[in-house]
Nanobody, 123 residues
Framework: QVQLVESGGGLVQAGGSLRLSCAAT????????AAWFRQAPGKEREFVAH????????NYADSVKGRFTISRDNAKKTLYLQMNSLKPEDTAVYYC????????????????WGQGTQVTVSS
C-alpha cells in the first residue's frame, strides 16, 4: 500500500500557474505508476495525466496537453503536477493516485488515492 498526501492547491487568476505535490509513504514508490485526476463541481472525476514508475513515460488528457506537466522525484517519493496557463474550467479538486506496474488513464485501476486538493481559477 502507498499513502498519498496532496498539497499546493489554492486560488489563482486565469493565466496563472500552480504546482501540485503529492507526497508518498509506504512501499517503494519508484515501482508504482502514478496519475492525477480531477473532479469539478457536479461532474465525474476525470483523468488529467499519468506517469510511469521511472518517469520515462507520460500521458495527458487533451484538455491539459501543452499546459500541464506531470513529473516525479523518486528519491523524495513525490509526484508533481505543474499547471500553467490555467483556465476557469480547470477549477476542481485534484487527486493523485498510484498503482503497481504500468500506468493507465483508467481510474478504477488505481488502488491508492490521496484526499485531494482544491484548485480554483478565477476569471
Amino acid at each position: 500500500q502507498v499513502q498519498l498526501v496532496e498539497s499546493g492547491g489554492g486560488l489563482v487568476q486565469a493565466g496563472g500557474s500552480l504546482r501540485l505535490s503529492c507526497a508518498a509513504t509506504g512501499q517503494a514508490f519508484s515501482r508504482c505508476a502514478a496519475a492525477w485526476f480531477r473532479q469539478a463541481p457536479g461532474k465525474e472525476r476525470e483523468f488529467v495525466a499519468h506517469i510511469s514508475g521511472s518517469g520515462g513515460t507520460t500521458n495527458y488528457a487533451d484538455s491539459v496537453k501543452g499546459r500541464f506537466t506531470i513529473s516525479r522525484d523518486n528519491a523524495k517519493k513525490t509526484l508533481y503536477l505543474q499547471m500553467n496557463s490555467l483556465k476557469p474550467e480547470d477549477t476542481a479538486v485534484y487527486y493523485c493516485a498510484a498503482r503497481r506496474l504500468i500506468s493507465t488513464n483508467v481510474q478504477s485501476e488505481y488502488d491508492n488515492w490521496g484526499q485531494g486538493t482544491q484548485v480554483t481559477v478565477s476569471s
